[in-house]
C-alpha cells in the first residue's frame, strides 16, 4: 500500500522563522493530498491540501508544493508564531476511503 | 462547538475485557472513519463506512468491530482487550466516500488496557 514520510521529524525555531516540512509517497495513483495540524491533545485539523493536478496553492502563510513526477510534496509556513506549535501531518489518498498518513513533524516556535 | 463528539475521553481497561467507543458526528457527512494514533504507528486506518455500510477495514484482527446504528453515528467495539490495544482512537467524517476532501476529526478517545 502507499506509504507516507516526512522530514524533519521535529523542528525548533524562534518566531518569526520560516519552516519547511517535506513529505513523499510511494503509490502514484494518490491524486489528493490534505495536511493536517495537531496540537497537544487535541483533534486533528485541515489546513491545507493539493490535488495531483496542481503544482502549488498558497493559504495565508501557509504554502504547499507538489511534485507528481518526483512524488514529492513540502509544506512552507512562514512568519511563525508561537500558536504554529503543533504536529504537522502529511497524507495521500488515492480516493477518500483510505488516507494513508506521514509520521508527523513535531514543529516547536519558541517566543 | 465540536461537530464531532466521541465518548469518553480518556477510559481505562483490564486485559479481556470489552470497551465500545462512541463516535457521533453533526456534520451531515455520510462518510465516517476510524484510525488509532499510537507511539509505534502514528494515525492508521482502521476502517471506513459510507451509508451506514462498511466500505474498508484495515484492521487485520475480528476483535474490533465497527458498528452504525444510525447514519451519523459510527461506534467501535473492541473485545478480548490487549496491552497492545492502547492508543488514541480517532473518529472522522467526510461529505462523501470515494471523491476527495478533508476529513473532520473528533477530539480521540485514549485508551489504556493494563
Known amino acids: 500500500g502507499e506509504q507516507v514520510e516526512q522530514l524533519p521529524s521535529s523542528l525548533i525555531v524562534q518566531e518569526g522563522a520560516s519552516v519547511l516540512i517535506n513529505c513523499s509517497y510511494t503509490d502514484s495513483a494518490s491524486v489528493y493530498f490534505p495536511w493536517y495540524k495537531q496540537e497537544p491533545g487535541k483533534r486533528l485539523q485541515f489546513i491545507i491540501d493539493i490535488r495531483s493536478n496542481m503544482e502549488r496553492k498558497q493559504n495565508q502563510r501557509l504554502t504547499l508544493l507538489f511534485d507528481k513526477k518526483t512524488k514529492h510534496l513540502s509544506l512552507h509556513i512562514t512568519a511563525t508564531q508561537p500558536g504554529d506549535s503543533a504536529i504537522y501531518f502529511c497524507s495521500a489518498s488515492i480516493n477518500n476511503n483510505r488516507i494513508f498518513f506521514g509520521d508527523g513533524t513535531q514543529l516547536v516556535v519558541k517566543p | ?114
Open chain 2, 1 to 114: 462547538d465540536p461537530k464531532i463528539i466521541q465518548k469518553p475521553k480518556y477510559l481505562v481497561a483490564v486485559t479481556g475485557s470489552e470497551k465500545i467507543l462512541i463516535c457521533e458526528q453533526y456534520l451531515g457527512h455520510n462518510a465516517m472513519y476510524w484510525y488509532r494514533q499510537s507511539a509505534k504507528k502514528p494515525l492508521e486506518f482502521m476502517f471506513s463506512y459510507s451509508y451506514q455500510k462498511l466500505m474498508d477495514n484495515q484492521t487485520a484482527s475480528s476483535r474490533f468491530q465497527p458498528q452504525s446504528s444510525k447514519k451519523n453515528h459510527l461506534d467501535l467495539q473492541i473485545t478480548a482487550l490487549k496491552p497492545d490495544d492502547s492508543a488514541t482512537y480517532f473518529c472522522a467524517s467526510s461529505q462523501e466516500r470515494g471523491g476527495t476532501g478533508q476529513l473532520y476529526f473528533g477530539e480521540g478517545s485514549k485508551l489504556t488496557v493494563l
